[in-house]
T-cell receptor
């Protein structure tokens, strides 16, 4: 089956620094990738939609300058949390889709802790 | 905007028994997809079952089946012969056709009692 690799699985960073999370589709070309955030014991909230070669579309309330998303190739999207603060600590998970009507495939998520 | 509601934050079931998890959704679309995902403590998202709205027949995957009531906008998940490994968070999700994201409900935490 289709595989989406998300890296790192866990990261701890200091307040004020930036951290980059990678989402790779290993055996298919992902025209679109979605980034979700999940707070403890909560649901997955869509942060942004990333289409290859174009700017990401952010959901209302998500700061685009804080959560930088790049989708430069059909197999890689990155989420960079800039100037991280403790309230950015969360579980971030990506999903990728090959095309319209194709199923979504999830990465295994990244647990970010900002100290 | 589409919304998905799971009214049961927590459920429990005895091993080998049957449990039903509820889900309702709101949409003005006539064509869409519905899903149930399982999220164990590892937090990996595992697809349990999928239903196309245009199909009247309820989807079934081994011990998992759904009761899809399109007019009522209801999509419940029935787990038969519950196993200890079924313990997890279960999310109901909705998706419009196209390159669209999943919209998730708040989830139901299922415990399985031995």
């Amino acid at each position: 089956g289709a595989v989406v690799s998300q890296h790192p699985s866990r990261v701890i960073c200091k307040s004020g620094t930036s951290v980059k999370i990678e989402c790779r589709s290993l055996d298919f070309q992902a025209t679109t990738m979605f980034w979700y955030r999940q707070f403890p014991k909560k649901s997955l909230m869509l942060m942004a939609t990333s289409n290859e070669g174009s700017k990401a579309t952010y959901e209302q309330g998500v700061e685009k300058d804080k959560f930088l998303i790049n989708h430069a190739s059909l197999t890689l999207s990155t989420l960079t949390v800039t100037s991280a603060h403790p309230e950015d600590s969360s579980f971030y998970i990506c999903s990728a889709v090959q095309g319209a009507e194709s199923p979504l495939h999830f990465g295994n998520g990244t647990r970010l802790t900002v100290t | 905007a589409q919304t998905v509601t799971q009214s049961q934050p927590e459920m429990s079931v005895q091993e080998a028994e049957t449990v039903t998890l509820s889900c309702t959704y709101d949409t003005s679309e006539s064509d869409y997809y519905l899903f149930w995902y399982k999220q164990p403590p590892s937090r990996q998202m595992i697809l349990v079952i999928r239903q196309e709205a245009y199909k009247q027949q309820n989807a079934t995957e081994n011990r998992f089946s759904v009761n899809f009531q399109k007019a009522a906008k209801s999509f419940s998940l029935k787990i038969s012969d519950s196993q200890l490994g079924d313990a997890a968070m279960y999310f109901c999700a909705y998706r419009r056709p196209g390159n669209t994201p999943l919209v998730f409900g708040k989830g139901t935490r299922l415990s399985v009692i031995a």
